[in-house]
């Protein structure tokens, strides 16, 4: 655990000098320190899991086969309708989640929360997921990984096809890449995370169905290892409650909302919206009083404005 967290921390630290190799210098020490056998951190240890690691690991080029590169079908038309609905919204939501997410911390989201060729990336993703099928591969997603990208300044479709070959390249190289040990990437796993929370400042925390809808979303996440699941909870919270507020509407009670919306655009919090407009409404009290006692004797100037000699003259009488 601790040297999961010094990788992070030396990530975070080369972020913070705007380094474009801050991930590659955490994950690369500690994925170096733990290949050390006979270490308390060593992703071999002398046990037969670890012994079996060691040895794929010593290979460092290796062709796999190609037996097994087309999946079996099957017949069971039930059973491939279940699993179709499932991986429809399963994929759907992931997608729809990274994708936002990671554009978002790129700055490319409009204020209807669109960004450009959207459509271009959800086909590509959809044609992905249909061809990886036929290979028995799991849904070829976009996956949050990506937000390492774009934090160290990618913004173009380039990025994408440099590391598609790097995939390629990979494949020979499996020994090597599959003994990465998992504590080194989940550092900065949490760093893109942290980096991308940015984006929660947007949310109107005033209202409580945004607050707690968003919150659920940010938590389900982590917890239940889903994207989907977590857009789930926030998207189904936030339609019951506004439903609620719908619902008693029409039996007399106001629908939530206009000073939370207010104290969102100021970004003040509700209770200082709240007492603003107290004062506000006192400030034009004061005024429309002063305004009275001024017409009372429109004949009487302002002191200010009154000469030594009217003033005089004023006194006398």
């Not at 990788?7 to 500690?30: D, H, Q, R």
């Not at 494949?171 to 998992?182: E, N």
């Not at 005024?287 to 003033?311: K, L, R």
Request: proline share 4%.
């Amino acid at each position: 655990t601790w040297i999961g967290i010094l990788g992070m921390m030396i990530i975070a630290i080369a972020l913070a000098y705007k380094s474009k190799l801050a991930f590659i210098y955490g994950v690369g020490f500690v994925t170096i320190i733990s290949w050390f056998r006979g270490t308390e951190v060593t992703y071999f240890p002398d046990t037969d899991a670890g012994n079996a690691r060691f040895e794929y690991f010593k290979k460092v080029v290796d062709v796999p086969g190609l037996g097994l590169i087309l999946t079996p079908f099957t017949s069971d038309l039930g059973g491939a309708g279940i699993a179709l609905f499932t991986m429809l919204y399963v994929d759907f939501l992931d997608t729809s989640g990274t994708l936002l997410g990671i554009v978002n911390s790129m700055g490319m989201i409009d204020e209807e929360g669109n960004f450009p060729r959207s459509t271009q990336a959800y086909a590509v993703d959809a044609l992905s997921t249909m061809f990886g099928s036929l290979f028995g591969l799991s849904p070829i997603t976009s996956y949050i990984e990506s937000g390492a990208g774009t934090e160290a300044g990618s913004k173009t479709g380039l990025t994408a096809v440099i590391c598609g070959f790097y995939f390629f390249i990979s494949i020979f190289f499996a020994p090597i890449l599959a003994s990465i040990p998992p504590w080194a990437i989940g550092g900065a796993l949490i760093l893109v995370g942290a980096l991308m929370a940015r984006s929660l400042t947007k949310l109107n925390f005033n209202k409580v169905s945004h607050a707690v809808s968003g919150f659920l979303t940010v938590m389900v996440m982590p917890l239940t290892y889903s994207i989907a699941y977590g857009l789930i909870a926030g998207i189904v919270t936030y339609v019951v409650m506004e439903g609620s507020f719908l619902a008693l509407s029409y039996v007399g009670l106001e629908i939530p909302g206009e000073e939370e919306a207010d104290a969102h655009v100021t970004g003040k919090s509700l209770n200082d919206v709240t007492e603003g407009n107290t004062k506000e409404v006192e400030v034009a009290e004061q005024a429309v009083g002063g305004d009275e006692e001024a017409v009372a004797d429109p004949s009487t100037p302002p002191v200010e404005e009154m000469s030594e000699i009217d003033q005089m003259m004023a006194s006398s009488k």
